[in-house]
């Protein structure tokens, strides 16, 4: 197992803007995918949402609902790896999950299927209220 540990959530009206954190350790970005998932209100862990993968080559997917409203990026000096979130909706409410390695780095979103992690930090509460 390894150590994730995210953070940066909090509350914020419709249209602003949150930055999610994750550390873990520096290998687990070239080894594995990470990612960030969604439990929305009233929904449980494993029914949450998969919104953005950082494959371990680099590259970034998300799903429809966030593109071009959220950047998934890492921090390579602080092993770290960041959402940004923009233009927030009430929809976006939700309880954020940093997660590596298992499935991730073979997610395909447009399959509309979510894919299991190994790794999980402890959630970190985003609400949008308008």
């Known amino acids: 197992q390894v150590e994730v540990v995210d953070c940066g959530g909090g509350s914020v009206q419709v249209g602003g803007s949150l930055k999610l954190s994750c550390t873990a350790a520096?290998?687990?970005?070239?080894?594995?995918?990470m990612g960030w998932y969604r439990q929305a209100p009233g929904k449980k862990r494993e029914e949450g949402e998969l919104?953005?993968?950082?494959?371990?080559?680099?590259?970034?997917k998300y799903i429809d609902s966030v593109k071009g409203r959220f950047i998934i990026s890492q921090d390579k000096t602080k092993n770290t790896l960041h959402l940004q979130m923009n233009s927030l909706k009430i929809e976006d409410t939700a309880v954020y999950y940093c997660?590596?390695?298992?499935?991730?780095?073979?997610?395909?979103?447009?399959?509309?299927?979510?894919?299991?992690?190994?790794?999980w930090g402890h959630g970190t509460e985003v609400t949008v209220s308008s």
């Open positions: 520096g290998y687990i970005f070239e080894k594995c995918g």
């Open positions: 997660a590596a390695c298992g499935a991730l780095n073979w997610w395909n979103p447009d399959s509309g299927e979510s894919v299991d992690a190994v790794n």
């Open positions: 919104v953005s993968v950082r494959y371990s080559d680099g590259t970034t």
